[in-house]
């Protein structure tokens, strides 16, 4: 017995999870963008599918009233992490540097967040969840790195104090 239930618990790790995969036919409804418009700023981001059926966020960032930021949400069921280490993201950035964010629960005022920079060419990034530490509003709190315990949202944020426009193809998300 105790075997099977260790059998169980590797391959359950071992398995990775998809958190989204875009296709030609995706439904972008679960997606969300939040601008710097929410503080007054000025900036624009938006979602879209290419027709290799990849999502595109893109936009522009600006800088005036205060602005800064454009970021690409999705919310999702609760989704239990513990058997996982890392996050798997594959992406075509513009060269930039972007942020990828997560949340244990929606309703959380924090995120925990990592940055990972883009080259300009396909590639998988990997991200271990360890290393995603508290935030709020820019700024680290004093709280323990993310849990590891479960995740109900994900985002990607690119903030990089200039104005800039901007573009990061995302093929996949999924957990490892």
């Known amino acids: 017995m105790y075997y099977l239930i260790f059998f169980s618990l590797v391959m359950i790790a071992s398995t990775p999870k998809i958190l989204h995969d875009f296709n030609k036919n995706d ?14 700023g000025l900036s624009q981001g938006n979602i ?14 600006s800088l005036e009233n205060n602005g800064g930021f454009s ?3 999705k ?15 594959k992406v075509k950035g513009d060269g ?5 964010r997560v949340k244990t629960d929606t309703y959380d005022a924090h995120s925990y967040i990592t940055y990972f920079n883009t080259s300009g060419q396909w590639e998988k990034i990997e991200l271990d969840l360890a290393a995603f530490y508290p ?3 820019g700024r680290k709190l004093a709280m323990a790195n993310y849990p ?10 690119i903030a990089n104090k200039k104005q800039e426009s901007f573009q990061l193809q995302i093929d996949y998300i999924e957990l490892r």
């Open 27 to 40: 439904d972008l409804s679960a997606w969300t963008i939040v601008n710097d418009g929410v503080m007054g």
């Open 48 to 61: 879209s599918i290419t027709e290799d059926g990849h999502g595109v966020f893109s936009g522009y960032i």
């Open 71 to 73: 970021s690409l949400r």
């Open 75 to 89: 919310r999702f069921a609760p989704v239990n992490v513990t058997p996982y280490q890392k996050i798997i993201i």
């Open 96 to 100: 930039k540097r972007y942020q990828l």
């Open 135 to 137: 935030s709020f509003r």
């Open 148 to 157: 590891k315990i479960r995740m109900e949202e994900l985002a990607f944020l």
